[in-house]
């Protein structure tokens, strides 16, 4: 008897796959971390193929896992998208959707996916700029709605908190610089007011070695060993080493994520999707 990818499995694989972590895609799913190794252990068996590299700092996909990755996400938006129209739920249209790269590469898929299994008829179109940027194309009616980075402090409804950190190459040293070299994005970004505040308040000497609003870039660099970068925590890529805060470098503060509407009445479908976003994100 042939044998069968099961959906479940696939979810499952999935999930790991976006947050390279078992016990938090654990937590995500619902499952115990034993049951959820399980589950990878019965998909290996069944592709005949490791999917999965445990490191120190999470698990990493193999080649084979890769190249399910794809299969599976095609195979779950289908399926999804199949149940949806069959039960005929879901709203329709399309909306213009804002996001910071580094929330985009973590929080996003998970996101997009599990809207796109509601509303399969719905269409979102996606522009990933640093906060600054994005509340710039809000004001310009050019986005529905943006996910931004603010302060963790004010009124504004948060819907989650992450901490920035200082992030470097493996076995970085940051008393062996003088000055300081950074990696950061724009002048007005977080990141940017965050570090430069942290360091003068310190007394601590630094230059700007980078700025960008890419992340690719900013992550290339410090890859490097030629600077140090200011990320949120959740986006720290699993081979860069977050650093502790010592007397060569303060601490930082938090950020508080939030949603931003365009003026005016939202739509049902942006509605939809914001309200996704307050009951999912907390838990990613």
Request: proline share 7%.
């Amino acid at each position: 008897m042939a044998l069968s990818l099961d959906i479940d499995l696939l979810r499952s694989f999935v999930v790991i796959a976006e947050v390279r972590s078992l016990s938090r895609a654990a937590e995500r799913i619902g499952r115990t971390q034993s049951a959820l190794s399980q589950q990878i252990r019965r998909l290996e068996d069944v592709v005949a193929q490791p999917l999965l590299q445990r490191t120190g700092r999470g698990v990493l996909l193999t080649n084979q896992g890769e190249r399910l990755l794809t299969h599976a996400q095609r195979i779950l938006r289908c399926h999804d998208e199949a149940m949806a129209e069959l039960s005929e739920k879901g709203l329709s249209g399309t909306l213009r959707f804002g996001c910071p790269d580094d929330y985009a590469a973590v929080f996003l898929p998970h996101l997009l996916r599990g809207f796109a299994s509601q509303h399969p008829h719905a269409s979102v179109e996606v522009v990933c700029a640093p906060t600054p940027r994005l509340l710039e194309q809000v004001d310009k009616h050019a986005l529905d709605l943006a996910l931004i980075s603010l302060p963790d402090a004010g009124n504004v409804a948060v819907i989650r908190r992450e901490p920035l950190v200082w992030v470097g190459s493996p076995g970085t040293d940051a008393t062996n610089f003088a000055p300081l070299p950074l990696a950061l994005s724009h002048p007005d970004t977080l990141d940017h007011l965050a570090a430069c505040n942290a360091l003068r308040a310190l007394g601590r000497e630094y230059r700007i070695a980078y700025a960008s609003s890419s992340l690719a870039g900013l992550i290339a660099l410090v890859r490097s060993g030629q600077a140090l970068a200011v990320l949120t925590q959740t986006a720290v890529p699993a081979d860069l080493q977050i650093l502790a805060n010592d007397a060569a470098l303060p601490p930082l503060p938090s950020v508080g994520i939030a949603l931003k509407f365009d003026q005016g009445q939202p739509t049902p479908l942006v509605e939809a999707l914001a309200e996704h976003i307050r009951q999912v994100l907390p838990g990613l």
